[in-house]
Nanobody
């Protein structure tokens, strides 16, 4: 069974940086995409960024130029580097792995951007 686990959330001041990590376990075969979503209180979950097995990437409009997603296949890990954080980036961030055998979500990690 494929599982994902997020780490790296926390409290950061506006303009600061934070790195989130998504570690996958289990057997993953074929094509896959790893995505970061976020959900702020009272709002719908939205796509932040995703990366495919072939390293094609996609970003939400609100994070373009500030966030970078990358993949370490040797460690089965996807990293989300978040720079120039803003209060509106405050949310629970979720990792999602979509693969040929199914769809796995993590439990989420809280990011708070506040002075």
């Amino acid at each position: 069974q494929v599982q994902v686990l997020e780490s790296g959330g926390g409290l950061v001041q506006p303009g600061g940086s934070l790195n989130l990590s998504c570690a996958a376990s289990g057997t993953i075969s074929g094509f896959y995409v790893v995505a970061w979503y976020r959900q702020a209180p009272g709002q719908e979950r939205e796509l932040v960024a995703d990366i495919s097995k072939f390293d094609t990437t996609k970003y939400g409009e609100s994070v373009k130029g500030r966030f970078t997603i990358s993949r370490d296949s040797a460690k089965n890990t996807v990293l989300l580097r978040m720079n120039n954080l803003k209060p509106e980036d405050t949310a629970v961030y979720y990792c999602r792995l979509v693969h040929s055998g199914g769809d796995a979500w993590g439990q989420g990690t809280q990011v708070i951007v506040s002075s």
